[in-house]
């Protein structure tokens, strides 16, 4: 924690892979629902967003998550990109 300033790691919660109820939870489905959630806590309409940037180093798609991020919310007006970056 001194060297890179992370404190805290969090893990997405994967369903068995037997298991047939729930979306397995993924860097996207992730980032769906709290984009979502700031929206909803901003009052902003999703076509009120001009950017959408997703950063992360591990992508769920090697071309990028942004795009479907977007997507997903509505957002019809935003740029959308990931930004990859790595702490080392």
Known sequence: ?????????????????????????????LSIQAA??????SGLDPEDIDLVIVATSSPDDMFGDGPSVASALGCKNAFAYDLTAACS
């Not at 994967?14 to 489905?29: F, I, Q, S």
């Not at 979502?36 to 806590?41: D, I």
Request: hydrophobic residues 30%.
């Open 1 to 29: 924690s001194s060297r890179t300033g992370i404190s805290q790691r969090h893990l997405l919660a994967h369903p068995n892979a037997d298991d047939d109820e729930g979306e397995a939870e993924t860097l996207k489905t």
């Open 36 to 41: 979502s959630n700031a929206l909803e806590m």
